[in-house]
């Protein structure tokens, strides 16, 4: 099984679909409840809600995860009925699995249902449509998103990074092009795949007035949340926190804290780092035009990576907030 004891805790969605097709009097069998076992649509309700709950134990690498909702939709048409299971959990993994196997549970049930009348019941297209939450953010297969029989919209939703945003990376060698930078694109796509509409970058050596000026450009050119990477260690070449002290108005002690338990739970290594967090306020002659919020990172793509997801979610609120919004 893939070790997830690292990543944190968030709020996953996973809905997926699925149809039985039916001969016309099964169907009208199964939508009027009239059918020798039964009411079959109460049935498989049942068997899917059953089925989540129950995945691990019948896909073999699949993690155990909390099940906090089910919701099953079931719409019964001329020649078949229309599956839908979306599944909420909090947790460090998805719940892709959980909603498959509800909808495939939900028609094997149908199908036993209604076997004695129709030999000739046909599964097909089972898939997810829609998941939310952790590292890989939100995803939708497109098409109508409605929740089957229940008259709305399903609620897969997840972080939209609406505003420009951009990363430093702090580091001698990758600034010399004496090392390849795997971390700047990792902070590129994650951003980007998160909805960002722009994404600036700069790459400077780890010194306090290069980090300094080059944060202070991507704030100039609009970027309303600004990541860097590397120079958070006690080296004496790591000097990241000094130049960020120096801009920041408004610390954000809170996110430094969470990041760190977070590294704490990988390494020990973690509790060492000097992350600083907090808030460039607008004004002045060098100063942005809109509040900014800067954050620095360890130059690590593994502790970059895990930082992102638990940070990510957070950056619509952040930015809303400094802009003055109202506590929702």
């Not at 996110?255 to 907090?278: C, D, F, K, N, Y």
């Amino acid at each position: 099984m893939v070790d997830v004891s690292a990543k944190p805790n968030s709020v996953r969605h996973a809905c997926a679909r699925g149809r039985v097709r039916l001969s016309e009097p099964a169907a009208r069998l199964l939508r009027t409840g009239s059918l020798p076992k039964g009411d079959g649509l109460a049935v498989a309700r049942v068997a899917a809600i059953t089925a989540v709950k129950r995945t691990p134990d019948i896909i073999p690498l699949c993690h155990p995860i909390n099940i906090d909702q089910v919701e099953v939709g079931l719409e019964v048409g001329a020649d078949g009925v229309d599956i839908e299971v979306t599944v909420t959990s909090v947790g460090r993994t998805g719940a892709e699995m959980e909603a498959l196997t509800g909808v495939t549970a939900a028609a094997l049930t149908i199908i036993d249902m209604v076997k004695a009348v129709d030999r000739g019941c046909v599964i097909e297209d089972v898939r997810v449509v829609a998941k939310s939450g952790g590292r890989s953010g939100s995803w939708n297969a497109g098409g109508d998103t409605g929740r089957a029989g229940a008259g709305g919209e399903t609620p897969v939703t997840g972080t939209t990074v609406a505003h420009p945003c951009g990363y430093v990376i702090v580091s001698d060698r990758r600034h010399a092009r004496l090392a390849e930078d795997e971390t700047g694109p990792l902070i590129a796509r994650t951003l980007s795949g998160a909805g960002c509409p722009r994404v600036e970058s700069a790459v400077v050596p780890d010194d306090v007035a290069a980090i300094g000026e080059a944060v202070l450009r991507l704030a100039r050119a609009g970027c309303r949340v600004i990541v860097t990477s590397g120079g958070t260690g006690i080296g004496p070449r790591d000097v990241t926190p000094e130049a960020l002290s120096g801009l920041i108005d408004q610390p954000m002690p809170g996110l430094t804290e969470a990041l760190r338990a977070l590294g704490g739970r990988s390494t020990a290594a973690a509790w060492m780092s000097r992350q600083v967090a907090g808030i460039i306020k607008a004004g002045g002659a060098a100063g942005p035009a809109e509040p900014v919020l800067v954050v620095a990172l360890p130059g690590s793509a593994a502790a970059v990576r895990d930082s992102l997801e638990l940070l990510v979610p957070l950056f619509p609120h952040i930015v809303d907030q400094m802009s003055g919004g109202d506590h929702k």
